[in-house]
Every structure is written in structure tokens, then in C-alpha cells.
């Protein structure tokens, strides 16, 4: 790839959030309480979905894989970051920065596309609820996430495809505490309009379509729900969205807010924070959102930590 690009940069800085020694030590620290709770909590829903069979319905299915994407997405981002903030080395090889991006890429899009596939699992319990089991079947499902991770790996390599042809022949340092498209583009000697043309249409046509499906399925979900009389049934049917509505707005505002704009809009103080929030937090953040609002994922661990409990008194000895 480096001869493809007549590169004579063996390898990127990333220069990181903070020179400040002080600050670098209180980010490492947030940085891996954080990675922890990620870890644990997305490992811990993975685990509770697998093992409760009263979990298993298409909507813990894409929940599951909503855990194992924030999880995989965590670690392509969060173990480098924390790396850099704890030693001198802030260096990342020029293969191993593509593979960051591609990941990056791969995972972020796949998970746009897994909240549509979510938004229209809510459309059809709501909307028309006596055939859901019908409509959700497991065969839909398993193509619905199919097909997620198919777009993601398309995207990324496209938005591979575009990078690798761009010459990196001067400074090497990384504005981002990852390997980005904008700060990477930004140390390009050579023009970058058609790359950045191409990518923009590539994040935006994958923003928007993601965008007006998870858009298009609310609307049907509110208008079902004003036909409601109950205040009751109200408040049931739009509890069973709260938790996604959120994830949503959470996950999208900052993607909007760092992707859609032109790179001369690029602020690197106002990005990174962005940044910092939909790789690091928000895959914290969605286990929690998921779990603590959801009394059937609170009853599924009471329910495994009863039998897991009721397991060890029987293998006890007697006497």
C-alpha cells in the first residue's frame, strides 16, 4: 500500500487529546473506568440474552448485536487511546492506522444500519402486533443483521479504496487521538477534493438512509400510538421505544455533528469531543440504557443469578 501511495511516512503520531501530563493521567484513568463498565456491561448483555430463553425475540436478537458491536467498536478505539495517554510512544504504524479507519468504518456503519433494522422491529410490535411473530421471523432477522454488516464492509472499503490513494509524503502527526478521515485527510500533499467528495456522499448517503428508515418508522409508531385511548397503553407502547429513541439520538447527534459538514469546517477541539463521545462513551452508554430501563432484562438476571445460586446449593455435599 505505502509503494502504491509513494509514501515516505513509515508511520503516523497520533498527538492525542492533551500535552498535558497532568490531564493525559485523568483521562487514562476515566478512559479505562469507562472501557471496563463497556467491557462488563456489553459482555454481561450478551451473556444475559443468551442464557434467559425468555430474551430470545427478535428484539434482544439485534439488542445482542447492538452489545457485540459497541464492544468490538470500544476495543478498535479505546486500548490505543489509553496506550498513547500512559507512555511517551504515540505512534501507530502506517498499516496498522488503515486498519483502525477501516474497523472504525466497518463497525460504525453496520451499527447505523442495525438501529433501522431495530427502529423497524419496533414499527411492526407496535403497528401490527398480532403478526409480528409472523413478520419477525428468525429467518428476517438473521438477514436484517446480514445485510448490516454487509453495508459496513462495503462503506469501509470503500472509504479504504479512497484513502489509499491519497500521497502522504511530509508530516506524519495526526491531529486526533485516532486514525480518522478528517485529520488524516488534512496531511495529504496532494489534492483531496474528489476523496473528500467521495466520502462525504459515502457517510452521508449511509447517515441518511439509516436516518430516514429509523425516521419513517417512528412516524407510523406515533400515529399508532395517538390512536391509543388508554393512557396507560400510551405510556406501555412508548416505553417500548424510550430506550432506542435515545440510543439513537445519542449515537447520531454526534456522528451528524463531526461527519456532515465540509473538512474547512473541521475544529479539532469541538471534533474530539464528538469523537470522544460516540467511541468511548456511547458504547458504554447503550448497555445501560437497554438494561436499566428494561424490567425484563432486570428479571433475566435475577432469573440466571436464582438458578446459578440454586445450582451451586444443590452440588453442595450433604452432611
Do not use: W
Request: hydrophobic share 45%; glycine share 4%.
Amino acid at each position: 500500500m505505502s509503494r502504491r501511495n509513494h509514501t515516505n511516512v513509515p508511520e503516523f503520531i497520533l498527538a492525542g487529546l492533551t500535552e498535558s501530563a497532568e490531564l493525559q493521567l485523568v483521562l487514562s484513568v476515566l478512559f479505562l473506568l469507562i472501557y471496563l463498565v463497556t467491557v462488563l456491561g456489553n459482555v454481561g448483555m450478551m451473556l444475559i440474552i443468551r442464557l434467559d430463553p425468555h430474551l430470545h425475540t427478535p428484539m434482544y436478537f439485534f439488542l445482542s448485536h447492538l452489545s457485540f458491536l459497541d464492544l468490538t467498536y470500544s476495543a478498535v478505539i479505546t486500548p490505543k487511546t489509553l496506550e498513547n495517554l500512559l507512555t511517551s510512544t504515540k505512534s501507530i504504524s502506517f498499516l496498522g492506522c488503515f486498519i483502525q479507519l477501516f474497523f472504525f468504518v466497518f463497525l460504525g456503519t453496520a451499527e447505523c444500519f442495525l438501529l433501522s433494522s431495530m427502529a423497524y422491529d419496533r414499527y411492526v410490535a407496535i403497528c401490527n402486533p398480532l403478526h409480528y411473530s409472523l413478520t419477525m421471523s428468525p429467518r428476517l432477522c438473521c438477514a436484517l443483521v446480514t445485510v448490516c454488516y454487509v453495508i459496513g464492509f462495503m462503506d469501509s472499503s470503500a472509504n479504504a479504496l479512497c484513502m489509499s490513494r491519497l500521497h502522504f509524503c511530509d508530516s506524519n502527526v495526526i491531529r486526533h487521538f485516532f486514525c480518522d478521515t478528517s485529520p488524516m485527510l488534512a496531511l495529504s500533499c496532494t489534492d483531496t477534493y474528489d476523496t473528500e467528495t467521495a466520502i462525504f456522499i459515502i457517510a452521508g448517503s449511509t447517515l441518511t438512509v439509516s436516518l430516514i428508515t429509523i425516521a419513517v418508522s417512528y412516524i407510523f409508531i406515533l400515529s399508532s400510538i395517538l390512536k391509543i385511548n388508554s393512557t396507560s397503553g400510551k405510556k406501555k407502547a412508548f416505553s417500548t421505544c424510550a430506550s432506542h429513541l435515545l440510543g439513537v439520538t445519542l449515537f447520531y447527534g454526534s456522528m451528524i455533528f463531526t461527519y456532515l459538514k465540509p473538512r474547512k469546517s473541521y475544529s479539532l477541539g469541538k471534533d474530539q469531543v464528538a469523537s470522544v463521545f460516540y467511541t468511548i462513551v456511547n458504547p458504554m452508554l447503550n448497555p445501560l440504557i437497554y438494561s436499566l430501563r428494561n424490567k425484563e432484562v432486570k428479571n433475566a438476571a435475577v432469573r440466571i443469578m436464582q438458578k446459578e445460586n440454586t445450582t451451586k446449593q444443590v452440588k453442595l455435599p450433604l452432611g
